[in-house]
């Protein structure tokens, strides 16, 4: 069974770079054919597509974030880490991961609330 846990700051500064971290077990991340995925969803709004990293290593962007978003990995330990900068008040959300080889995703982690607040 593979499990996703998201972890990282619930509560970040105006200006600040947001990180978190998704900790899988139960799979690698370096198995075949899957992305592991940042998803957000805004208070009142939908899901929000980030981007993703793959098996590969390869990293793709939502165009609307690109360049404030970085998605990288660490084999060793398992787990692929988002960084979002300059945050503001609209970067308020329940940021998820999830994972699959394709979508929908087969597995999602339960989320976390990040907070963008002074």
């Known amino acids: 069974q593979v499990q996703l846990q998201e972890s990282g700051p619930g509560l970040v500064k105006p200006s600040q770079t947001l990180s978190l971290t998704c900790t899988v077990s139960?799979?690698?991340?370096?198995?075949?054919?899957?992305?592991w995925n940042w998803i957000r969803q805004p208070p009142g709004k939908g899901l929000e597509w980030m981007g993703d990293?793959?098996?590969?290593?390869?990293?793709y962007y939502s165009p609307s974030l690109k360049s404030r978003t970085s998605i990288s990995r660490d084999t060793a330990k398992n787990h692929v880490t988002l960084q979002l900068s300059s945050v503001t008040p609209e970067d308020t959300a329940v940021y998820y991961c999830?994972?699959?080889?394709?979508?929908?995703?087969?597995?999602w982690g339960q989320g976390i609330q990040v907070t963008v607040s002074s």
């Open positions: 999830a994972t699959g080889p394709g979508s929908p995703y087969d597995y």
């Open positions: 139960g799979a690698s991340i370096t198995t075949n054919y899957y992305s």
């Open positions: 990293i793959y098996y590969s290593g390869s990293t």
